[in-house]
T-cell receptor
Framework: DTGVSQDPRHKITKRGQNVTFRCDPI?????LYWYRQTLGQGPEFLTY????????KSRLLSDRFSAERPKGSFSTLEIQRTEQGDSAMYLCASSPRGSSYNEQFFGPGTRLTVL | AQSVTQLGSHVSVSEGALVLLRCNYS??????LFWYVQYPNQGLQLLLK??????LVKGINGFEAEFKKSETSFHLTKPSAHMSDAAEYFC?????????????FGSGTRLLVRP
């Protein structure tokens, strides 16, 4: 049984470029969450999916950000026209169906550095 | 809105000493409560959670936490610190009335263990 995986683990980009991150949740987990963690802070909620439906987006998710989960399995998070303020760790988590919705399993994260 | 306060951004203890990391939440209705640990450049690992059963919750690696409704607290303790406990610890809450079950994190406490 593999855990949540994220790719890439590190990404360095120049301001103005587009980047895309991928998250593969634990198999059969139907909920998938994205969080952002800046240096010295706790993670902050960005958005979540139940199966392929995106059910909530945080006000932190500006129109430069878009997330998809096309087949209810893996998810992608794209940032267009990156800014230096986007530098952060992007964490993905998944949770299974049923009463354990309140337990989320986290991936290792993708660290983004915008130069 | 829910909020989480972790007192002390850094806590330093000697190996073998008691570990106490403090967490207070803001809501009048007790939320789901969690403690996560994060090692450098890694994702978050769940230590323990409180959902509505026993107020004293035992977790992995010898950690436990006690839910105190009157104090709106969920402090994390370990009787004897080990060098391997050095990491960042995050307290998180999830609103029972929020069907997203998204997590709201505190700002974290970095635990340093002195030999």
């Amino acid at each position: 049984d593999t855990g949540v995986s994220q790719d890439p683990r590190h990404k360095i980009t120049k301001r103005g470029q587009n980047v895309t991150f991928r998250c593969d949740p634990i198999s059969e987990h139907n909920r998938l969450y994205w969080y952002r963690q800046t240096l010295g802070q706790g993670p902050e909620f960005l958005t979540y999916f139940q199966n392929e439906a995106q059910l909530e987006k945080s006000r932190l998710l500006s129109d430069r950000f878009s997330a998809e989960r096309p087949k209810g399995s893996f998810s992608t998070l794209e940032i267009q026209r990156t800014e230096q303020g986007d530098s952060a760790m992007y964490l993905c988590a998944s949770s299974p169906r049923g009463s354990s919705y309140n337990e989320q399993f986290f991936g290792p994260g993708t660290r983004l550095t915008v130069l | 809105a829910q909020s989480v306060t972790q007192l002390g951004s850094h806590v330093s203890v000697s190996e073998g000493a008691l570990v106490l990391l403090r967490c207070n939440y803001s809501s009048s209705v007790p939320p789901y409560l969690f403690w996560y640990v994060q090692y450098p450049n890694q994702g978050l690992q769940l230590l323990l959670k409180y959902t509505s059963a026993a107020t004293l919750v035992k977790g992995i690696n010898g950690f436990e936490a006690e839910f105190k409704k009157s104090e709106t607290s969920f402090h994390l303790t370990k009787p004897s610190a080990h060098m391997s406990d050095a990491a960042e610890y995050f307290c998180a809450v999830s609103d029972r009335a929020d069907s997203s079950y998204k997590l709201i994190f505190g700002s974290g406490t970095r635990l340093l263990v002195r030999p």
